[in-house]
């Protein structure tokens, strides 16, 4: 089993639409990350999170450390969040040393 | 472009070559880090540096040699590569190893071994 894992793996929408991303967590954390990868390979980072929520723009961030689980919203999504979006948690073992990723969404956002 | 700069974006070689992917920084980061991401896998760590100090090494093949000259620079020297060894290669950085966030990663090296 993943420590990390996400679903779903794959999402089509159409432009407008709400998307929701999940993520869940096997380890303990001292915190979770929200990453955003472009066709190419290029990754941003969205959001790091310990504890509540976070917005940015369109962008939703919201973590349940008791639950060990995290969401992702996209409001009014638009083709160009088309990516695949990637949770990843520091874990609390490695003392924040390093990555522990999930596999991935693969959103597309249809015009 | 994100301060973490990795050349080639491309590479195809064959297995008997031998060829070097190259990540440099001026982020005035002391932390720099080898990631591969294979397909439908999700991102592995492969190296870990700290002030040009190996720190992590994640059980990679030696076929993988990494090389760190200073803060600013990271190589990732490639020999005698399987094909199962195609991915793409992502550097990324950081201010220290154990600082949680502020990850700075490149575009990546998309790796084709033929």
């Known amino acids: 089993k993943n420590e990390v894992e996400q679903s779903p793996q794959n999402l089509t929408a159409q432009e407008g639409e709400f998307i929701t991303i999940n993520c869940s967590y096997s380890v303990g954390i001292s915190a979770l990350h929200w990453l955003q990868q472009h066709p190419g390979g290029g990754i941003v980072s969205l959001f790091m999170?310990?504890?509540g929520k976070k917005k940015h723009g369109r962008l939703i961030a919201t973590i349940n450390i008791q639950e060990k689980h995290s969401s992702l919203h996209i409001t009014a999504s638009h083709p160009r969040d088309s990516a695949v979006y990637i949770c990843?948690?520091?874990?609390?073992?490695?003392?924040?040393?390093?990555?522990?990723f999930g596999p991935g969404t693969r959103l597309s956002v249809l015009p | 472009e994100t301060g973490v700069t990795q050349t080639p974006r491309h590479l195809v070689m064959g297995m008997t070559n031998k060829k070097s992917l190259k990540c440099e920084q001026h982020l005035g980061h002391n932390a720099m880090y080898w990631y591969k991401q294979s397909a439908k896998k999700p991102l592995e760590l492969m190296f870990v540096?700290?002030?040009?100090?190996?720190?992590e090494n994640n059980s990679v093949p030696s076929r993988f040699s990494p090389e760190c000259p200073n803060s600013s620079h990271l190589f990732l020297h490639l020999h005698t590569l399987q094909p199962e060894d195609s991915a793409l290669y992502l550097c990324?950085?950081?201010?220290?190893?154990?600082?949680?966030?502020?990850?700075?990663f490149g575009s990546g090296t998309r790796l084709t071994v033929v």
């Open positions: 990324a950085s950081s201010q220290e190893v154990t600082r949680v966030g502020g990850y700075t």
């Open positions: 540096y700290s002030l040009e100090e190996r720190v």
């Open positions: 990843a948690v520091n874990s609390r073992d490695n003392y924040g040393q390093n990555f522990v």
């Open positions: 999170l310990s504890s």
